[in-house]
């Protein structure tokens, strides 16, 4: 079946560098993509989202871009702190059903 | 705000057992959702309520698997008879949002239960 992938299981990064997760989706009807962070032993939390009629959006520190084209979407985080540190999944969601979690990509922050 | 309430957050029960969670989700929330997250992996949707209908349960294993939601607030996941590989972290997430909408529907997460069955 269609699923949502991750390019890379970890990434390590010096803490004020940017981040960027990257992140690859097969099911090119998905209309809607979340990032969402875990940290360990809880469950994860939305921190941003973007719609397929767009190819960036910005939050606080945070920039999803959207490559329709090659299916692909990308997590930017900048000045990484070690509060960033945790388990990063994206997901794709098609006309409001069923959201699809990929693996997950695991961030480390080094001080 | 409260957030989504589950409980127990740990179990340990041998294979064959029964096994019940519990999920409280955000009040005024119509959607709620049960993810099975095994470790290393992503979460993965068992079963999708709108208020107290089914919308999706496509994933859940239902010869083991059941789950309710009767009044369209809180809900159960049951588990009957056990295997090995059901251990994982038992997710529930509700929305507020309904379907059929284009409004984005950010799921908000409760801190799971980890399921162990030997």
């Known amino acids: 079946g269609e699923s949502v992938g991750l390019h890379l299981p970890t990434l390590s990064v010096q803490e004020g560098d940017n981040s960027i997760i990257n992140c690859a989706y097969s099911?090119?009807?998905?209309?809607?993509f979340i990032w969402y962070k875990q940290e360990s032993g809880k469950g994860p939390q939305f921190i941003i989202d973007i719609r397929s009629n767009m190819d960036k959006r910005q939050g606080q520190r945070v920039t999803v871009l959207l490559n329709k084209t090659v299916k692909h979407l990308s997590l930017q985080i900048a000045a990484t702190q070690p509060g960033d540190s945790a388990v990063y999944f994206c997901?794709?969601?098609?006309?409001?059903?069923?959201?699809?979690f990929g693996a997950g990509t695991r961030l480390f922050v080094k001080a | 705000e409260a957030g989504v309430a589950q409980s127990p957050r740990y179990k340990i029960i041998e294979k064959r057992q029964s096994v019940a969670f519990w999920c409280n989700p955000i009040?005024?929330?119509?959607?709620l959702y049960w993810y099975q997250q095994i470790l290393g992996q992503g979460p993965k949707l068992l079963i999708q309520?709108?208020?107290?209908?089914?919308?999706?349960d496509s994933q859940l294993p239902k010869d083991r698997f059941s789950a309710e939601r009767l009044k369209g607030v809180d809900s159960t996941l049951k588990i009957q008879p056990a295997k090995l590989e059901d251990s994982a972290v038992y997710l529930c997430?509700?929305?507020?949002?309904?379907?059929?909408?284009?409004?984005?529907?950010?799921?908000?997460f409760g801190p799971g239960t980890r399921l162990t069955v030997l």
């Open positions: 997901a794709e969601n098609t006309g409001g059903f069923k959201t699809i």
């Open positions: 997430a509700s929305s507020s949002q309904g379907l059929w909408t284009s409004v984005n529907n950010e799921q908000f």
């Open positions: 309520f709108q208020n107290n209908g089914v919308v999706d």
């Open positions: 009040s005024g929330h119509a959607t």
């Open positions: 099911n090119s009807a998905s209309d809607y």
